[in-house]
């Protein structure tokens, strides 16, 4: 398993009561698997692999295993 992730997210406030969230509810990736985060611009795509690729400390988290 490379990851495990259950519940992780990020919550970002900005002036006038704007911002966004994004949560991964559940994510598993194995060794040799392929993914591909695909969805329209500013759905979070990059915020994601910024959260699996830790440069971004989640606002929550259930579970991240990282292996």
Request: glycine fraction near 14%.
């Amino acid at each position: 398993m490379i990851f495990d992730i259950r519940n992780v997210g990020l919550i970002r406030s900005q002036p006038g009561g704007h911002g966004f969230r994004l949560c991964i509810r559940s994510l598993a990736v194995r060794a040799g698997e392929h993914i591909a985060l695909t969805g329209p611009s500013g759905c979070g795509k990059s915020t994601a692999l910024d959260l699996l690729g830790m440069t971004l400390k989640p606002t929550f988290e259930q579970s991240f295993v990282f292996s």
